[in-house]
């Protein structure tokens, strides 16, 4: 059903046995070193950034939150982490959606 040797699992060792968290971590902190990256990252915060770039591609809120198995919307929403750039094009995408809305309109007849 999961493959060769029936494990349901993402990431299989060498001997297609589960590989431990332990091992996952160790993989991913000799990776983070050799690429000079800081100590503060860790597996978890791949996650984060996962999630953010998600919702930066615009991907549906409802998508995201099923990516990361989030029950309420509210937890993913902590999760992301969206650029200052990300903000701004949103906030432009509404001002120009809505421009019409604040457009004054001038009538000759009142001597503006």
């Known amino acids: 059903m999961f493959g060769p040797t029936g494990h349901p ?6 001997r297609a046995g589960r590989l431990s968290l332990r091992s996952i971590n160790r993989a991913f902190n000799d990776a983070r070193e050799e690429a ?3 100590g503060e990252l860790d597996l ?6 996962y999630v953010t770039h998600l919702i930066e591609f615009d991907y549906p809120e409802r998508f995201v939150q099923d990516q990361v198995g989030h029950q309420y919307a509210s937890t993913t929403a902590v999760y992301a982490g969206v650029s200052d750039d990300y903000r701004h094009r949103l906030l432009q995408r509404v001002i120009d959606r809505d421009r019409h809305r604040w457009e004054i309109t001038h009538d000759p007849q009142d001597g503006l």
């Open 36 to 38: 000079g990256l800081p």
């Open 44 to 49: 978890h915060s791949l996650r984060h950034s």
């Open 9 to 14: 699992a993402l990431f299989l060792s060498e």
